[in-house]
């Protein structure tokens, strides 16, 4: 069967007259029963690449996924499209159900951990029914060169080899080249079942700022962004400190969440974010990766993510909608201090490999060029030189030649022992007489009082600079000494490019328009508001987030549309037979008010 002629399968189901992007070549495959790793970016409809055809094929779709969460998430969305579909997992009380719906064939989708999956007992579940299908969630888990490497993934091939007959789907959002090889051999996919969908989230805007005042900046870019968000931080207390201070700051509802909460407290910050229109959390990296929610409008950093891969999987939280949405990330010297001291404690062969990616994430935060391109460009995409949609194309930052300060900064680094903090050396390069520096001799130095002008307000914004380029690092009491690459830059064998520190602090490029909020979320509407407050009542009634009933795209079709039958509201997308009956009467009578 091809991916076309399962067109009305795809309308009836979900409430779509087409397939988006490289979706219908993975249904092709699959429907061939042909291995495949489908690599799509975060919102480009992974899991309807296995969801239609376990509606479609005799049997049932085994669905591998890391997360608890993320399983009882895309659970509900299936089972109010109207997909048979269970779970079993350490939240389910109903395993001795689950397991005979498998066997009697009433089940669709079967959702497990991997460490289910490998078990005997499942194994033995399945010899007594075949699968239709593998579906490997999150497959970047399975290789030691992923950013997220989860050893149960590995125990996975034999359980696939068992069904030798059974074809097997492995999907991930990220992955960069050396990960997408490691994949297919891990996996026994071969090399032509790669398709590859690309990365590019073209509604999310990339900003990337110097960490000067982290709550009030936070504060700001979330006034400037309605909706519900997420802010990553580096540590448990910082949650919980950040949460307090939004807070107060915004008027929004804020929860911190981290594993150290406890689970019930955790559950429950999860479970309003999920169902919330506006909430906000403040989060450890622990959070995130079992959330389905499509809504969320931004994602802020306030401190360095681990890696690229980390970085793009944890923005991709934003916009799931296809939205626009907004992602900010707040860096300072420190962050990349303590991400290059940790290196240290790593085993030998990973050293080179982290070492690469921390240099990555450096010339993401420091590039005065394209930050979509160059994000882009490390997963091995060839985008063009500008996308419009980030701080540097929108804002485009002056770049200068700092060579010959950078030398001065590092020679009074060196001349002052390689231990005083980055305050004490800008001191003595601005000539700047205190007792400490009076007691050391340092205003006696060549270097003494060499700085002036314009170069004084640089010298802060270069410090960063160097400690990301390698070119300085820090002693473990804060003090700056030469890195790897500094005495290149002393002799003058590299320039020191940087970009323009502005002048004044700006509000340009804060947030989304004014048309982009309109169009993502038009709070104001009456109609919108009305079909927004029905939904929330539906939502509390069949106990899921309002996201499942219809996505806000549908609600905004709606209020566009205005359909008055059931035929008319069957077009709009979004609209499957499942959701037509369950809930369609309701939206149009509020809609006929109007």
Known sequence: MTADALLPLLKSTFGFDAFRGRQADVVARVMARAHTLAVMPTGAGKSLTYQLPAVALDG?????????????????????????????????????ETRQAYRDGQLDLLYVAPERATGEGFRALLDARAPA?????????????GHDFRPDYRLLRPLLDAFPDVPRLALTATADRH???DILVQLGIPADGLVLAGFDRPNIRYRVSPRVSPAKQLADFIAANPGPGIVYC????????????????????????????????????????????????????AFGMGIDK?????????????????????????????????????WGA???????????????????????????????????????ALLLRHFGEHPPERCGNCDNCLDPPQQIDATVLAQKLLSA???????????????????????????????????????????????????????????????????????????AMMKGEVAVLMAQPPARRTQRGQGMTRADRAAANPVGDPLFDALRAMRRELAAEAGVPPYVIFHDAALRAMTSERPRTRAELAAIPGVGAKKLEAWGDAFLEVIGRY
């Open 133 to 145: 299908l593998f579906a490997i969630d999150e497959a970047h888990c399975v290789s030691e060169w």
């Open 294 to 330: 499509p809504d969320v409008r931004f994602v802020a950093h306030a401190g360095l993510p681990k890696s690229i891969e980390s970085y793009y999987q944890e923005t991709g939280r934003a916009g799931r909608d296809g939205d626009p949405a907004e992602a900010l990330m707040l």
């Open 413 to 487: 680094v060196y001349r002052t022992g390689q231990s005083y903090g980055a305050g004490h050396v800008e001191a003595v390069l601005t000539g700047r007489r205190d007792d400490r520096i009076a007691q050391r001799g340092h205003d006696s130095l060549s270097v003494f009082g060499i700085v002036e002008g314009e170069e004084v307000r640089l010298i802060k914004p270069l410090v960063r600079t160097l400690i990301a380029r390698e070119a300085l690092a820090t002693t473990e009491h804060g003090g700056l000494m030469f890195g790897p690459a500094a005495r």
């Open 234 to 285: 580096p540590t448990r207390d910082g949650t919980e400190r950040m949460a307090e201070r939004l807070a107060a700051a915004t008027g929004r509802p804020v929860a911190a969440y981290h594993a150290g909460l406890d689970p019930d407290r955790r559950a429950r910050v999860q479970h309003d974010f999920v169902a919330s229109e506006d909430g906000i959390v403040t989060a450890t990296v």
């Open 334 to 372: 420190d962050d990349f201090a303590r991400a290059r001291m940790r290196l240290s404690e790593l085993p030998e062969a990973r050293v080179a490999s982290e070492r690469a990616r921390l240099n990555a994430l450096a010339a993401l935060v420091e590039t005065v060029e394209c930050r979509r």
């Open 179 to 181: 990960t997408r090889e």
């Open 60 to 96: 049932c779709v085994i669905v591998v996924s890391p997360l608890i969460a993320l399983m009882h998430d895309q659970l509900r969305g299936a089972r109010a499209a109207g997909i048979r579909a269970a779970s079993l997992t350490s939240a389910d009380a109903d395993h001795a």
